[in-house]
């Protein structure tokens, strides 16, 4: 099932390496891609999201802007450390594009997810919504 609200379902940002009061990171959790987590400029930039207890994941789709490389890592503690890499995607477009990554975790349980964006477009990018599939 895919959540169109992941903070609706106990998930919650712990974690933002750059924050703009008008674009906060919890925004990536509310189901609008409307509103949006921008960085601050400089990479790497990243997030780390909370589930609410050990969670399968089949699949995450992350919703962006002005993306080029974005790696997952994730955790099984109770704690945000000691994470090890997942997968990681890298995006051959220009810049000023709107970039949806897909990506296949099989079934790999977490507590926490790191997304890590190494590269960029631009020194500003903007991530608009998380999506996971259970």
């Known amino acids: ?42 990479f790497p930039q990243e997030f780390i999201i909370r589930f609410a207890e050990l969670t399968k994941i089949s699949a995450v789709t992350v919703d962006t802007y002005n993306v080029k490389h974005l790696k997952i890592e994730k955790n099984t503690s ?5 994470f090890e890499s997942v997968t990681e995607k890298g995006k051959g477009t220009s810049a000023g594009v709107r970039l949806y990554f897909i990506f296949q975790l099989n079934g790999s349980s977490a507590t926490h997810l790191r997304f890590i964006i ?12 998380v999506n996971v599939k259970y």
């Open 78 to 82: 109770q704690k945000a450390s000691q």
């Open 1 to 42: 099932m895919a959540d169109s609200s992941l903070g609706s379902s106990g998930v919650k940002v712990v974690v933002a390496s750059s924050g703009d009061e008008n674009h906060p990171p919890e925004n990536i959790l509310d189901g609008n891609t409307k509103t949006f987590w921008m960085s601050t400029g400089m």
């Open 118 to 129: 190494t590269a960029g477009y631009d020194h500003f990018v903007s991530v608009h919504k």
